[in-house]
């Protein structure tokens, strides 16, 4: 699939750019939006994504299936292709369910997925956030652990460099989803896995849990072992290491 792209100086969230302009946008490539900074970047359930100018990459992929099948992994499909990139980049990247991108217990990426769904007809925004040249100063902003990737190795990144690599890595894993739908990507995420085998609490958006976090299903829910030693599956949430 080519890819087309459209630059912004500045935008309130570039998911909701994509989604107010998708219809301008052509049918049968990838659009890519990405914006130098967002006045009102947003990350899930409805937190603010902190997004100054000129120092991250603030990004939105947005096309359409014609399935809805596996439709809950792309989120986890969209961070395993950044995975990749830091991968080969030589850094030791974890995934914490269901999609936020460690560096040494430290978020440096989170994925928004947002759908639009007619009938077999979906249009999906796959915003991806990644602290990129961000300096320490600025993670006091953030509410929880955070981390860049200067930080982490201390020398800048060139922006451009790292969305082509990302788009590329994506491109390739959206056809082999679309293929093959999760199960390739199963081992690359329980291998990447942050938290397996720890305490932790996840909301599944009604109630919170408490177990140990066991593993993901073929299908990308988390298993979590209940204290009474049963299994629970969570299609959706938020996990967060300790137990109530
Ligand atoms: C999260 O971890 O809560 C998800 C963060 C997603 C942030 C990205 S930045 C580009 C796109 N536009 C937004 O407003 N949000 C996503």
């Known amino acids: 699939m080519e890819v087309f792209e459209i630059r912004l100086e500045s935008i309130d969230s570039t998911n909701t750019y994509a989604k107010q302009h998708f219809a301008e946008f052509p049918k049968d490539k990838l659009t890519c939006i990405l914006a130098e900074e967002q006045t009102g970047g947003r990350g899930r359930f409805d937190?603010?994504?902190h997004s100054p100018r000129g120092q991250n990459l603030y990004v939105t992929f947005a096309f359409k299936l014609s399935s809805t099948?596996?439709?809950g992994c792309l989120a986890q499909i969209m961070s395993l292709s950044f995975a990749q990139v830091l991968l080969k980049e030589g850094l030791k990247p974890n995934v914490?369910?269901?999609?936020d991108i460690l560096l040494h217990d430290k978020k440096v990426s989170g994925v928004l997925c947002e759908t639009e769904i007619e009938q077999q007809d979906v249009s999906l925004f796959?915003?991806?956030g990644i602290n990129v040249n961000m300096d320490a100063e600025q993670f006091g902003a953030i509410d929880?652990?955070?981390?860049?990737?200067l930080a982490e190795t201390g020398h800048d990144w060139d922006r451009d460099a790292l969305l082509k690599q990302l788009t590329e890595q994506f491109l390739s894993d959206l056809e082999l989803f679309k293929k093959s739908g999760f199960e390739p990507f199963y081992e690359l995420f329980d291998k990447l896995m942050a938290l397996k085998?720890?305490?932790v609490r996840c909301f599944d958006g009604q109630k919170e849990w408490s177990g140990v976090c066991d593993s993901i299903t073929q299908d990308g829910q988390l298993n979590l072992r209940?204290?009474?030693g049963t299994m629970h599956t969570i299609a959706a949430?938020?996990?967060k290491s300790g137990s109530l």
């Open 96 to 99: 914490k369910w269901p999609n």
């Open 47 to 49: 937190r603010p994504w």
């Open 144 to 149: 929880q652990p955070a981390t860049s990737l």
């Open 237 to 239: 949430g938020e996990v």
């Open 226 to 228: 209940l204290p009474d």
């Open 126 to 128: 796959l915003g991806i």
């Open 197 to 199: 085998g720890k305490k």
């Open 69 to 71: 099948r596996h439709l």
